[in-house]
């Protein structure tokens, strides 16, 4: 006999940390009365914008066959604009299957669930999404044109950002293995994953990275041919959600890399079918439905794509995940030499060896991209390829802002960081960088540099610019163009994020000296 068990869960994580706001709340049990085929949507269910996600748990007994491998979904329609969401089961062992739901909008969804067994197909009910309380909360991160934006405060904001992921195998990953990390190693340890986000964001970052690779099948596993199974593992995707949850609730997020390299056997292609075949499939599916309702991770392919896989299978994967997920998702592949990002991608990415003129190589790349954002992800680790000392990531960073907002990978990558002794990042030249973007970054600053002589300018329009400039002692600004006055301030990027306040200025060509010679940004508007 198969039996039928529905409880609707509202989970929030408790997190320690430093350095950081967010919130925190404990988890709370909503339990719902099961509605039955045929019979109206029971008791209401309320919930808030982007988190915590809701969830619900379903029991089926004896079944046969493997149970990753049933599909069934639930449809989520929002009763105002007849919006959709569709979300998937995943099998969370035992007898029981889950389901998960994220508001997108606040009002009234009705959802039911569909399946070709009985016990999963039919069951309706109701949720009430409401706008969330914390003014600091944040939804999906998405493209818009060729900006990364996210979801946020209410329910049809959007705000600008540049994704910089943080890496440190020093603290956390085995060099001795090119810095894989492992699952109980990091990220099913609570404290340690608060460090790592605490170490990103002390060095100026919103981000971490992870390498999954075949711990998505066995956890600590990362090669194909060690693996000693093809289904999910549970404890593998418990300790990612967790992860991905302190993430979000810091306002951050977490990039991960669902493969790695052929090398070292970091790839589907030992799988049953290999590449986008049966095993992968699978596992693209679970974490479409477990981890697609939750906001605070993107997901790029994998590293050195030229050597096992090609532009037609990422594709694939891109178009599979995107219509598994159901919620926005970042998803990318890096082209390098006879690899090419694929046009699907939601972000573009390049293995760019960049190593001087970041800004105008950073405009080719926005050119190539074709209205999509560009996310460096050669990973720019403390002196690799020679280059990345403190002076070049700060005005690398700076660069990648100026010419419209490109992402990048940074941190403590073996073998050049420990080759190069410990390294010495200034966090607070870092900090200064995050702390002025997250105050003057907007949607809509374009570059625009015939404003200036030896200025880099970011423009909105006539109202908002940002004018950047190295080893400045003079910088000329040329606002002809505004009507009335508008505030100006100016920061020494190499310094802690404290403004000098230039006072108002009013339509025609402006010569500032600074007060020493240094890298200086300034900010004129509102």
Same mark, same amino acid.
């Given at each position: 006999?198969?039996?039928?068990?529905?409880?609707?869960?509202?989970?929030?994580?408790?997190?320690? $940390?430093?350095?950081?706001?967010?919130? $925190?709340?404990?988890?709370?049990?909503?339990?719902?009365?099961?509605?039955?085929?045929?019979?109206?949507?029971?008791?209401?269910?309320?919930?808030?914008?982007?988190?915590?996600?809701?969830?619900?748990?379903?029991?089926?007994?004896?079944?046969?066959?493997?149970?990753?491998?049933?599909?069934?979904?639930?449809?989520?329609?929002?009763?105002?604009?007849?919006?959709?969401?569709?979300?998937?089961?995943?099998?969370?062992?035992?007898?029981?299957?889950?389901?998960?739901?994220?508001?997108?909008?606040?009002?009234?969804?009705?959802?039911?669930?569909?399946?070709?067994?009985?016990?999963?197909?039919?069951?309706?009910?109701?949720?009430?999404?409401?706008?969330?309380?914390?003014?600091?909360?944040?939804?999906?991160?998405?493209?818009?044109?060729?900006?990364?934006?996210?979801?946020?405060?209410?329910?049809?904001?959007?705000?600008?950002?540049?994704?910089?992921?943080?890496?440190?195998?020093?603290?956390?990953?085995?060099?001795?293995?090119?810095?894989? +990390?492992?699952?109980?190693?990091?990220?099913?340890?609570?404290?340690?994953?608060?460090?790592?986000?605490?170490?990103?964001?002390?060095?100026?970052?919103?981000?971490?990275?992870?390498?999954?690779?075949?711990?998505?099948?066995?956890?600590?596993?990362?090669?194909?041919?060690?693996?000693?199974?093809?289904?999910?593992?549970?404890?593998?995707?418990?300790?990612?959600?967790?992860?991905?949850?302190?993430?979000?609730?810091?306002?951050?997020?977490?990039?991960?890399?669902?493969?790695?390299?052929?090398?070292?056997?970091?790839?589907?292609?030992?799988?049953?079918?290999?590449?986008?075949?049966?095993?992968?499939?699978?596992?693209?599916?679970?974490?479409?439905?477990?981890?697609?309702?939750?906001?605070?991770?993107?997901?790029?392919?994998?590293?050195?794509?030229?050597?096992?896989?090609?532009?037609?299978?990422?594709?694939?994967?891109?178009?599979?995940?995107?219509?598994?997920?159901?919620?926005?998702?970042?998803?990318?592949?890096?082209?390098?030499?006879?690899? $090419?990002?694929?046009?699907?991608? +939601?972000?573009?990415?390049?293995?760019?060896?960049?190593?001087?003129?970041?800004?105008?190589?950073?405009?080719?790349?926005?050119?190539?991209?074709?209205?999509?954002?560009?996310?460096?992800?050669?990973?720019?680790?403390?002196?690799?390829?020679?280059?990345?000392?403190? +002076?070049?990531?700060?005005?690398?960073?700076?660069?990648?802002?100026?010419?419209?907002?490109?992402?990048?990978?940074?941190?403590?990558?073996?073998?050049?960081?420990?080759?190069?002794?410990?390294?010495?990042?200034?966090?607070?030249?870092?900090?200064?960088?995050?702390?002025?973007?997250?105050?003057?970054?907007?949607?809509?600053?374009?570059?625009?540099?015939?404003?200036?002589?030896?200025?880099?300018?970011?423009?909105?329009?006539?109202?908002?610019?940002?004018?950047?400039?190295?080893?400045?002692?003079?910088?000329?600004?040329?606002?002809?163009?505004?009507?009335?006055?508008?505030?100006?301030?100016?920061?020494? $990027?190499?310094?802690?994020?404290?403004?000098?306040?230039?006072?108002?200025? +009013?339509?025609?060509?402006?010569?500032?000296?600074?007060?020493?010679?240094?890298?200086?940004?300034?900010?004129?508007?509102?």
């Amino acid at each position: 006999m198969e039996l039928f068990r529905i409880t609707a869960l509202l989970f929030s994580v408790a997190v320690a $940390t430093t350095g950081c706001e967010y919130t $925190t709340g404990e988890p709370s049990i909503f339990v719902g009365q099961p509605v039955l085929p045929g019979e109206e949507p029971g008791n209401l269910i309320q919930g808030v914008l982007w988190e915590p996600y809701l969830e619900w748990s379903l029991t089926l007994d004896n079944y046969e066959g493997n149970p990753f491998d049933l599909p069934a979904r639930t449809v989520f329609t929002h009763s105002e604009t007849g919006e959709q969401i569709t979300t998937w089961m995943f099998y969370d062992g035992g007898d029981i299957w889950k389901f998960r739901f994220t508001g997108t909008k606040i009002g009234l969804w009705t959802f039911e669930s569909f399946s070709e067994v009985d016990s999963l197909n039919g069951y309706k009910g109701s949720v009430i999404i409401e706008s969330n309380p914390d003014m600091k909360s944040r939804g999906f991160s998405m493209a818009n044109g060729n900006k990364f934006v996210r979801q946020g405060p209410a329910q049809d904001d959007f705000e600008p950002f540049i994704p910089n992921a943080w890496l440190n195998y020093r603290e956390w990953g085995n060099q001795s293995r090119d810095g894989w +990390t492992s699952i109980s190693q990091t990220f099913a340890d609570s404290s340690m994953v608060g460090a790592f986000l605490d170490d990103a964001y002390a060095h100026g970052m919103n981000g971490i990275q992870a390498i999954i690779a075949n711990q998505w099948f066995t956890k600590d596993v990362a090669t194909w041919n060690d693996i000693d199974n093809e289904n999910p593992d549970p404890e593998t995707f418990y300790a990612l959600e967790k992860a991905i949850l302190q993430a979000h609730r810091r306002g951050m997020f977490i990039h991960i890399w669902a493969w790695g390299d052929e090398q070292r056997q970091w790839t589907p292609t030992g799988l049953t079918g290999g590449i986008n075949g049966e095993a992968d499939r699978r596992i693209q599916r679970y974490i479409a439905a477990r981890l697609g309702p939750l906001p605070g991770w993107s997901m790029g392919f994998g590293f050195d794509l030229n050597e096992w896989t090609n532009t037609d299978e990422v594709t694939d994967w891109v178009d599979y995940m995107q219509e598994k997920a159901g919620w926005p998702r970042l998803l990318g592949a890096r082209g390098e030499r006879n690899f $090419t990002t694929p046009s699907n991608a +939601t972000y573009y990415s390049h293995d760019q060896r960049l190593t001087d003129n970041f800004y105008q190589g950073s405009l080719k790349l926005l050119n190539d991209a074709e209205n999509r954002p560009v996310w460096l992800t050669r990973r720019f680790g403390w002196m690799r390829d020679n280059v990345w000392d403190m +002076t070049t990531s700060r005005r690398a960073l700076w660069q990648f802002a100026m010419a419209g907002g490109i992402g990048a990978i940074w941190g403590h990558y073996p073998p050049a960081s420990s080759a190069s002794g410990e390294g010495n990042y200034q966090k607070e030249q870092l900090s200064t960088y995050r702390d002025f973007w997250k105050d003057h970054l907007l949607l809509d600053l374009e570059p625009d540099n015939d404003l200036s002589e030896g200025a880099l300018v970011l423009r909105r329009q006539m109202s908002h610019f940002i004018f950047y400039q190295e080893d400045a002692g003079n910088i000329h600004m040329d606002l002809s163009a505004i009507e009335g006055s508008f505030p100006a301030v100016a920061v020494d $990027t190499k310094g802690s994020n404290k403004e000098i306040d230039l006072g108002n200025l +009013t339509p025609g060509v402006h010569n500032w000296n600074p007060p020493y010679q240094s890298d200086w940004v300034i900010s004129i508007g509102y």
